[in-house]
């Protein structure tokens, strides 16, 4: 069964960084773009950053700049840095396959929360 396990979660300062990591099978990883979504609290998931199997990223237009997705393909991990980090950043996130065609479970998430 495929799995994905979100962690590097926190609690952080307006302003303050943190580096999201999440472990994949290797079969979904290797031949599929992943992402990064967050979900807040009675809202649905939402895509933030991508990026493709040859490392083509795109990001939301609220996190340009202050976010950066990365993937480690021998270790089946991606990443994001998260930098300047803002109150309504403040959500549970998640990675998943970006692939309209392919349904994997939600991982646990983790939780970011920004506040003062």
């Known amino acids: 069964q495929v799995q994905l396990v979100e962690s590097g979660g926190g609690l952080v300062q307006p302003g303050g960084s943190l580096r999201l990591s999440c472990a994949t099978s290797?079969?979904?990883?290797?031949?599929?773009?992943m992402g990064w979504f967050r979900q807040a609290p009675g809202k649905q998931h939402e895509l933030v950053a991508s990026?493709?199997?040859?490392?083509?990223?795109l990001y939301t237009d609220s996190v340009k700049g202050r976010f950066t997705i990365s993937r480690d393909n021998a270790k089946n991990t991606v990443f994001l840095q998260m930098n300047s980090l803002k109150p309504e950043d403040t959500a549970v996130y998640y990675c998943?396959?970006?692939?309209?065609?392919?349904?994997?479970?939600w991982g646990q998430g983790t939780q970011v929360t920004v506040s003062s």
């Open positions: 998943n396959v970006v692939n309209p065609y392919l349904y994997i479970p």
């Open positions: 290797g079969s979904i990883f290797s031949i599929n773009d």
């Open positions: 990026i493709s199997t040859g490392g083509v990223t």
